[in-house]
């Protein structure tokens, strides 16, 4: 068997032993977690493990680890990496080559081209292709947003045509072929004149057909959604290769396999595909308990999983925790429930009291403030009078966000033409410059410059893309940060006039020394311009300006090279060009000092290299998607200390629509407070008390 752990086959606390002596134990035991994956699906031969360590764990190598482990004992055995979007399934790509540094050296030339081959998927008939002619690599990288995409409508009437016209021989009813048609057409949004029919299982035909009404010649009453599913079914069951087989199967985000698309991929196109299941999620409660108890159901899907594995996931006594929980009354069966858990997870979380810190950034409401509000109610009680529909949480959450994010959401929302009046005295209350007299968005400003004024990065994110332009215009418009802009400039031609010196001392070469030197000119930590400085400046930075070696300039030019800026505050709404290139220059040791991101940004980047400071300025729903902010700040490698911890700071508008917000989400937050040792919910008030009892725990 494959031995984890330092000087064995593989230690993960090679990766990351560029960190220094502070994360050794934590990068220690994350051999320690990929033993506990291995020992339960290979040892305990379970069907699926779930690693639910929170944000900036290392989830990642942890997964990955436990590939290679597999393949030291089958080296043509093929392990599907499944990822949320194809970006992720490039990083994830990146890190198994990564890998490679962790590895004792014999297994090294296994990464070679000859050895175990990877390869990423970008669409479904691509991996479709590979996997008829046996080509597959031996891990495979893809997103299970492209491979939801196996079902089509011209397929649903073919299939559906097809059945119909074999109504005959299962059912004795005759169908005309307009009957046909009409019957499909009703069912089916398609031009029927193109489909040919393919065969299928007559088990599926028959299915198909008791949901129709012989007497009526017509579909039963809820016969739609059962034929969908059913139609989705075929579709999946014939798109793959028939021996298409994985030995591994790996999901990243497993959370997200909620929608019921992405859910489809595992349990329809890839069931009893897979032999055993990796699912990789820091939020395995995003929403309930429950979403958790489907995640372990899913192990289900995989070819490992015992006949009576259902069966007994169910009889787990959830809802009785559950109740136990929110009544406050005693749990005899913790130990055992928790036990039985720990069969199917792997979790570890940060020690929050030791390393982060969380304060509050609270506007207080007024007259003027709260009039938006009111306005906004009788435009949805005009909304509900007239029957139209819309969707109000929303309208609502985007009043909470930002008073032009409200005005925007109003303005393409049923609700706009639905109450005139009220609609124009709205506009009248929020829109234009009067919009930049929000109190929350006001305040966050006003502390957000306190931050830039001591030269501290912090990354904010917004709930909606109209609050994140609002707020970067009316920081770009304050004296502070176009003085502090304005004096960045100066120290830039000054170092700029002594280029040859730096180029000099650090052995860099022209082009290079002149992007280090702007660096330099922008950064919190400006050296004196003289040899020792300098040295000492470049020795504490270096790493993350590629050491100076040859073809790092080629990484760095886009953010330094002649034209670039450097400025004070930027933004990030996940959009390819400039804005892209934002997060990179925000983990320069310089300028940008704000960071103004929307939600697109909460996963799948980093932020942590010199930033420990992270705005939540709207609340959601879903507590989850806070710690997933969170974590791109609070990682592995990030600048915390001991006397610096991560500062997690919550914007909120008192008397306002979000106090309700607050109150139903630390309902949801008491859940993950319990079972993922998370979940500190704005200040020591609101934090929910008591479940110490409840707590559980799932080492490794």
Known sequence: MIRFGQGKDIDLSL????????????????????EGLWKRLYQDDEPGVLLADEVGKGKTYIALAVTFAYFTGKPKGRV???????????????????????????????????????RRYRSLDE??????????????????????????????AAYLLYALQKAEQFTGLRLHPHERRSLVKDMVECDLRSIC????????IKRILS????????????????IFDELNHIQARLRLNQGTRFDLLIVDEAHKLEASARHNVVTRLLHKRFNKCIMVTATPFALTVHQFLRRLLDF?????????????????????FCKAVAERVDFPKKEYLEG??????????????????????PANASAESLLPTLLLERLIDGVLESGERTHIASRRESLCSSWPAASHSLAVSPMHGASRYWGRAFDAVVAGRKSYNDPKLRTAVEKILDLVKRNIKVVIFTQRLETSKALAHLLAE??????????????????????????????????????????????????????????????????RLGNGEPGAWNDLKPLLGTGTRLPIVVRHDALTGPEERNVDKFNLPSSPLVLIATPKAQEGIDLHHYCRHVVLFDLTWNPAVMEQRIGRVHRLGGIRKSREKVTVIYCYQNGTYEEVMAARVQQRCEMMRVLLGAGQWLDADREVKELDKYIMHFPA
């Open 127 to 156: 991996l479709d292709a590979e996997s008829v002619i046996n080509k597959l690599p031996n891990i495979s990288f893809a997103s299970y947003e492209t491979l939801k995409k196996y079902s089509s409508d011209w397929h649903d």
């Open 15 to 34: 990766a990351g032993s560029h960190l220094g002596a502070q994360y050794r134990n934590e990068l220690l035991s994350q051999n320690k977690r990929a």
């Open 80 to 118: 599907l990496v499944l990822t949320h979007s194809g970006y992720m399934a490039r990083v994830w790509k990146d890190r198994w080559s990564e890998l490679k540094k962790c590895v004792n050296n014999i297994w090294k030339p296994m990464w070679d081209e000859d050895g175990w081959s990877a």
């Open 300 to 320: 289900n899907h995989a070819r490992g999983a015992p006949k009576q594995f259902q069966d007994e996931i169910l009889k787990l006594p959830i809802n009785e």
């Open 211 to 226: 949901y129709l009404d012989r007497d009526k010649r017509w579909w039963k009453e809820g016969a739609y959604n059962p």
């Open 340 to 361: 039985q858990l720990r069969k199917y997870m792997v979790r570890t979380t940060w020690n929050h009291k030791r390393d982060r810190t969380y304060t509050n950034w």
């Open 478 to 543: 304050q004296t502070v940060i176009k003085k502090i802009a304005s004096d960045m400039e100066r120290h830039t031609n000054r170092f700029r006039y002594h280029v040859e010196k730096i180029a000099y001392w650090l052995n860099l070469d022209r082009p290079f020394a002149n992007g280090v030197a702007k660096v330099m000119a922008h950064s919190a930590d400006r050296p004196q311009i003289n040899h020792r400085s300098i040295t000492n400046w470049w020795r504490r930075h270096n790493k």
């Open 197 to 204: 029919p393919e065969k299928i299982p007559n088990k599926h």
